[in-house]
């Protein structure tokens, strides 16, 4: 996925570059000075392969305790799938969901010579949804859903532009989202309490292309891999109307639930609109 898209930055730039070529205007002064950015496209979910729901049935902070029946068999024997549980067998999840994303970005370059270094901070928002869902032999599912309300990230960027008209760069910085966490479960006889949303630290690096049309206004195409990381968000199951014997109870009276992978991935292929001043 992430190839494809670096594919097509650099089929953009080959196009665009001779358009540039003939342009009458001078590109001796492009990509050095402060911009303003809007973009968007699409967010992509990368591959979470062997994800599980993972517990700590004595509550004592420490995560991948069993939860075990009363005849000490596996209740989470079913299995587990990426993706948002359909039913309560493990016979299928919805595939994690893709989606578009918007953005706005203040920037600055210093262009020397042919080589321009320059930073960015940048913040928007993407309906990408990233679920795990775990099936008890009760039978019952559980599936734990998360989406950034918004994100932002700050970031170097380092390009080359050969005479100025078209910058072809690398990037990389630091990212936050602010996670939207939803917990869904067709087990009616425990209680369900959790913490919501949670803040995610973590990484995005990428490279693109952009083309200047006019002295202030760009183009470009940019991919845009993040990674950020959260172990914060947790289920607290307790009693509700189970009886003690319930394989959540039977070690401590009550188990928290967590993702076994904190990490929330994502692959933007996006289009951007600049104005350099």
């Not at 170097?156 to 966490?181: E, F, I, K, Q």
């Not at 947790?234 to 014997?245: E, K, L, Q």
């Amino acid at each position: 996925m992430k190839f494809a898209a670096l594919l097509a930055v650099s089929a953009a730039s080959m196009i665009v570059v001779p358009a540039i070529a003939q342009d009458n205007r001078d590109p001796s002064q492009d990509f050095d000075g402060p911009y303003i950015s809007v973009g968007g496209g699409a967010s992509l979910q990368a591959s979470d392969r062997g994800e599980t729901l993972i517990f700590d049935t004595d509550q004592d902070g420490t995560y991948g305790d069993p939860v075990n029946t009363v005849g000490d068999t596996d209740a989470f024997s079913p299995g587990f799938c990426n993706g948002a549980a359909t039913g309560t067998a493990n016979r299928g999840c919805r595939n994690d969901k893709d989606g578009p994303e918007f953005f706005g970005r203040l920037g600055y370059d210093k262009r020397m010579g042919d080589f321009v270094v320059g930073a960015l901070v940048e913040g928007g928002h993407s309906v990408a949804r990233d679920s795990v869902s775990g099936f008890s032999t009760t039978p019952a599912s559980y599936t734990m859903s998360r989406e950034a309300d918004y994100q932002a990230n700050a970031r170097l960027r380092a390009g080359y532009t050969p005479g100025g008209g078209a910058l072809l760069y690398v990037t990389g910085g630091g990212a936050y989202a602010r996670l939207d966490n939803k917990f869904t479960t067709t087990n009616t006889a425990n209680s369900f309490d959790d913490n919501g949303k949670t803040n995610a630290w973590g990484y995005a690096v990428g490279g693109g292309a952009e083309v200047m049309v006019t002295n202030n206004i760009g183009l470009g195409l940019e991919y845009l891999y993040t990674d950020v990381k959260d172990k914060d968000y947790v289920v607290n199951v307790g009693a509700g109307s189970a009886p003690d014997t319930n394989p959540f109870l039977l070690n401590g009276g009550g188990t928290d639930i967590r993702r076994s992978d904190p990490h929330f991935r994502t692959h933007s292929v996006r289009g951007t609109l600049s104005y350099r001043f």
